[in-house]
């Protein structure tokens, strides 16, 4: 039972530590009204760490579709092969792993009455190191000129272990990558 009140206590902590807040910045001296046209800029998505368990040719294909289709809805649009875009794109999928600590307390009732007297039972404490993993995925924008970030954001979250259908994970991927640039361009 002790076990159950703790693994209930460690989910409940994990599903408030998922946000959706969403960290950015950018260059506030640039011009973002003229930026045009986009690309990637090779390797589209970098992975960090390497991890094969990680990297997947789906996984990069559904953010490279998601992006697209927001940059699109933005106004950018994929330069022709070989003219230079106004901006370059790259993505990054970071997985890492973190740990929490977790103190469950269990036992210590007291009783009394008003005449006085009171008594407690015995106390217990466990205190547990969680591990689990969050993923954040960031979108770069480069100047097509020069290179220099001008354009950052990111979102992390909880990941699961619970293996959805690819139609979940695509749509999780299109809802993470229209969330991170909802305040494209920054006003």
Known sequence: ??????????????????????????????????????????????????????????????????????????????????????VQVQAWLVVETRQQMVTTNYGGGYWGNPWGGYWGGPIGTETRNVDYRVSTLQIDMLDGKDGKLVWRASSEQVMNDTSDNPAARELALRQTVQKILQQYPPR
């Open 1 to 86: 039972m002790l076990r159950c009140i703790a693994v209930v206590c460690v989910a409940l902590l994990l599903a408030a530590c998922q946000t959706d807040r969403v960290n950015r910045d950018f260059d506030a001296k640039r011009d973002f009204g003229g930026y045009r046209s986009w690309a990637w800029k090779e390797p589209g998505l970098q992975y960090q760490p390497n991890d094969p368990r990680i990297k997947s040719d789906l996984t990069e294909q559904r953010i490279r579709q998601a992006v697209s289709e927001q940059l699109d809805q933005r106004g950018l649009r994929m330069s022709a092969p070989g003219t230079k875009a106004d």
